[in-house]
């Protein structure tokens, strides 16, 4: 049975090293959007053409269609969400779950501060702590066949 994992979480979260730690454990590749842009535009922090990185999302997806894979990424809304679920059931991946990074956002600042190279601006974490607290609880109720908290 291949499987989807959904990394959803604010910047500073621990996501990226989590998915690291879980592809080992899975087998699973790793789509990465920061990869992704850096690959694209030559920096992580460039956000870019969105609709750029999401084909180059969609390919990774297909390429990788046959094993597991983890999507890491921010999905702090329910929208970004549900646009990968999507995506993901198109390719046939039988189960999805997302792991939600729940880190404070005093956590999420601290380790943003100390990346070297790849800081997001404080706003930017703030404003995505915020998305994803105020959607975290009805997560239950998207279309995601199990649901796992890192605390």
């Given at each position: 049975m291949t499987t989807a994992f959904v990394m959803v979480s604010a910047p500073g979260s621990g996501k990226s090293t989590y998915a690291e730690k879980l592809a080992k454990t899975e087998a699973a590749a790793i789509i990465s959007g920061d990869e992704i842009r850096e690959e694209l535009y030559g920096s992580a922090q460039i956000q870019g053409n969105w609709n750029e990185i999401w084909s180059a999302i969609e390919e990774q997806v297909a390429d990788f269609a046959d094993g597991n894979v983890i999507i890491d990424g921010t999905h702090c809304r329910p929208e970004y969400r549900a646009e990968i679920i999507t995506l993901l059931r198109s390719y046939g991946f039988e189960a999805i779950e997302a792991i939600v990074m729940d880190s404070s956002l005093a956590t999420c600042l601290a380790r943003n501060f100390q990346r070297v190279g790849?800081?997001?601006?404080?706003?930017?974490?703030?404003?995505?702590?915020?998305?994803?607290?105020?959607?975290v609880n009805a997560i239950v109720t998207e279309d995601f066949d199990r649901i796992t908290y890192i605390y």
């Amino acid at each position: 049975m291949t499987t989807a994992f959904v990394m959803v979480s604010a910047p500073g979260s621990g996501k990226s090293t989590y998915a690291e730690k879980l592809a080992k454990t899975e087998a699973a590749a790793i789509i990465s959007g920061d990869e992704i842009r850096e690959e694209l535009y030559g920096s992580a922090q460039i956000q870019g053409n969105w609709n750029e990185i999401w084909s180059a999302i969609e390919e990774q997806v297909a390429d990788f269609a046959d094993g597991n894979v983890i999507i890491d990424g921010t999905h702090c809304r329910p929208e970004y969400r549900a646009e990968i679920i999507t995506l993901l059931r198109s390719y046939g991946f039988e189960a999805i779950e997302a792991i939600v990074m729940d880190s404070s956002l005093a956590t999420c600042l601290a380790r943003n501060f100390q990346r070297v190279g790849r800081n997001v601006p404080d706003y930017v974490v703030k404003s995505m702590h915020e998305d994803l607290q105020r959607s975290v609880n009805a997560i239950v109720t998207e279309d995601f066949d199990r649901i796992t908290y890192i605390y």
